[in-house]
């Protein structure tokens, strides 16, 4: 196969960042073929973002009935991964979809089934998995340097997660809920990480602490009331949270009007869909911090804490293990271990890549496409992605019941 010929479903942050990716850097492997999504403004104010252009299907059956298309990458909001994905492996197509492979763990299995039955690639997009600093943890671990894990912690603090409440992620009936959407994330790190134990219990506490209407970050006006949306907000100007959409609609670079465009008025006409709603003000069934603690099948336990109100950005991992601990600080680049019994302290500093999300995007990206080419075993697999939904599926239940959740 010279390239591989593909489509992208779902044409929103991610779906044009893979566009661009593929359009560009994978030029020698890859052609783009066409762009779905049922918003034609919105997929066609993204070919100045990506730098080149491609066919436009406002139908994805449309689009996934080509017989010159070998691939698709699914980007669409969350609650429509599985049925997209079942279609496109009845239409025989290989598939890279983003996290989470679906909102539910019956509907991940749904996925996995169809994927064997077509016998087509399913790949799961944990680009977490393509992290440098992660990968060299992993090799660390696999080498047998710590001993055997026996608890972890993940710490993410995410600085723009404060935008999820502004955006379609905020409402369960889209995301399945964070833990799932954002959740999924992380609980795949931990289930990599730990290797061949699987999760069996969960409980899970988190809310809506700061993003609400007892918060906002300036001072009310007497008869002024804020909001709906950020561009209509007469605090826009005063508002440290602002979405920036609006205004960059009149900027100098090509790629920036270019992305103010797909989500500007015109396109929010066609669907009605903004990414600027007051996130002090919105409905949401979410939350903007919450701790989840899961318990394996060989008695080690790990936990998960989600930080969208913060002013810094960064995960931290912490693993405890019977040959000492160990911190990795995917910010800042490097993996501490401190062997039990010794005043040791061995750092492992680590190279990063340029790219999206750390420059994980593209390896994830390229692997995609030589797992096509060459018949590899991708790095994440659809069973993955189904052990990691569960454990974000039991969390939101947790959450909602108050109660431990057993995962069968």
């Not at 996290?99 to 996995?112: D, E, F, Q």
């Not at 290797?195 to 918060?215: K, Q």
Request: charge should be positive; glycine fraction near 8%.
């Amino acid at each position: 196969m010279a390239k591989v010929r593909m489509g992208i479903i779902g044409i929103g942050g991610r779906g044009v960042g893979f566009a661009r990716m593929f359009s560009n850097e994978l030029k020698s492997r890859v052609q783009l073929m066409a762009l779905a999504d049922p918003n034609r403004e919105r997929a066609e104010a993204s070919f100045d973002y990506i730098g080149a252009q491609a066919d436009i299907h406002t139908d994805v059956n449309e689009m996934l009935a080509r017989k010159d298309i070998d691939a698709v990458m699914v980007t669409t909001p969350d609650y429509l991964h599985e049925e997209v994905c079942l279609t496109a492996f009845k239409a025989r197509k290989h598939v890279l979809v983003d996290k989470p492979l679906a909102i539910t763990g019956r509907g991940c299995l749904r996925v996995i089934e169809a994927a064997r039955k077509a016998d087509r690639l399913l790949y799961m997009g944990f680009n977490m998995r393509h992290d440098v600093v992660l990968q060299r943890l992993k090799k660390l671990i696999l080498a047998g340097t710590f001993g055997e894990i026996f608890s972890m912690q993940a710490i993410e603090h995410y600085n723009g997660g404060r935008t999820y409440m502004s955006r379609w992620n905020r409402l369960k009936k889209f995301s399945g809920g964070l833990w799932i959407h954002k959740g999924s994330h992380d609980f795949d790190v931990l289930n990599w990480l730990i290797g061949a134990p699987r999760p069996v219990r969960v409980s899970c506490f988190a809310n809506v602490f700061t993003l609400n209407d007892r918060h906002f970050p300036f001072p009310l006006r007497r008869n002024v009331k804020p909001g709906p949306t950020c561009s209509a907000c007469a605090y826009q100007k005063e508002c440290p949270d602002a979405c920036p959409v609006a205004a960059a609609a009149d900027n100098a670079d090509v790629r920036t009007r270019s992305y103010a465009r797909m989500f500007g008025d015109e396109a929010a006409r066609n669907d009605g869909y903004r990414k600027d709603l007051c996130m002090y003000l919105s409905d949401k069934d979410t939350h903007d911090q919450g701790i989840a603690i899961v318990e394996y099948d060989n008695g080690a336990t790990a936990s998960h804490s989600e930080y969208f109100v913060t002013p810094v950005s960064n995960r931290h991992y912490l693993l405890e293990a019977t040959g000492g601990h160990v911190e990795a600080d995917l910010h800042g680049n490097w993996i501490e271990f401190r062997p039990r019994w010794s005043q040791d302290k061995v750092t492992h500093n680590v190279h990063r890549p340029t790219g999206g999300h750390g420059g994980a995007d593209p390896r994830m990206a390229a692997e995609f496409v030589e797992c096509i080419r060459s018949g590899h075993r991708p790095t994440a697999s659809g069973i993955d992605g189904a052990w990691s939904v569960a454990i974000g599926e039991a969390c939101e239940l947790s959450r909602a019941e108050r109660r431990t959740v057993e995962i069968k």
